[in-house]
């Protein structure tokens, strides 16, 4: 009878989970990478238009500029961590309810910044976060509601110092 070492028993789990792992962990087809924002290089950090970050998260729904409190301070003295903090306005429940958060950047070479999803188990869509901003630019906060229609808030940030331009 062969006995495995420690070592080479943990070798061998670790190989077979990983591969596990990698099976299982495809995306789904309602995720399309090209939405999530998926950048190759530093070269297309450049400011977007409101309608370039929105389009391929809205496109045909309805999109209303109500509903959310966006805050981020007018002057951020560092761009690594700019404090931001949103609420929108729904009751949370089955029937309405916030379903995906979108907080997109204007000139950050990621528009896609960060990506929630939400549901009735949440009972308020309030998040607070700090982000990365590539210079002095405007934030979108994009909600999409279970009824497939769209709010959005929009802020112009300046910043003194910026982040996102060292691959970090």
Not at 100 to 122: D, R
Not at 142 to 168: I, W
Request: glycine letters at 6%; charged letters at 20%; hydrophobic letters at 45%.
């Amino acid at each position: 009878m062969y006995l495995l070492s420690r070592r080479d028993w943990l070798r061998r789990f670790s190989l077979s989970t990983a591969g596990l792992w990698a099976g299982f962990s495809g995306l789904s087809q309602a995720q399309d990478m090209s939405v999530l924002g998926r950048v190759q290089d530093l070269s297309d950090a450049r400011l977007r238009t409101f309608d370039e970050m929105v389009t391929p998260y809205v496109v045909r729904q309805q999109l209303k500029n109500e509903g959310i409190s966006l805050s981020l301070p007018l002057l951020a003295d560092n761009g690594h961590l700019v404090p931001l903090s949103l609420k929108v306005d729904s009751p949370m429940t089955e029937e309405s309810h916030v379903t995906h958060v979108y907080l997109l950047s204007q000139l950050n070479p990621a528009p896609l910044m960060a990506m929630f999803v939400l549901g009735p188990w949440n009972g308020r869509a309030e998040l607070s976060m700090r982000v990365r901003l590539s210079g002095t630019q405007m934030v979108v906060a994009l909600a999409r509601m279970s009824d497939g229609n769209f709010r959005y808030a929009s802020r112009q940030v300046s910043v003194t110092e910026a982040a996102c331009v060292d691959n970090g």
